[in-house]
């Protein structure tokens, strides 16, 4: 079964790569437990692969700071 998001997904990741951390939580919290997994994995590669813009690496690390500190 696929998981679905109840946003469209571009303004799911506007909101998880917005470095707000509360718009950050509440996207996150809209997924479910495996999409939630999925964006953590992505985010960790946005944050540490090479080949990412500098703000593109900084949102997802900025977003990572949000969701752990929560």
Request: charged share 25%.
């Amino acid at each position: 079964m696929k998981s679905e998001i109840p946003i469209p997904l571009d303004d799911f990741w506007d909101q998880i790569l917005s470095r707000q951390p509360e718009i950050i939580r509440l996207a996150f919290a809209q997924a479910d437990q495996m999409e939630q997994k999925n964006v953590l994995s992505h985010l960790k590669r946005m944050a540490t692969e090479e080949g990412w813009h500098p703000q593109q690496r900084a949102s997802a690390i900025a977003a990572l700071d949000a969701l752990e500190s929560n």
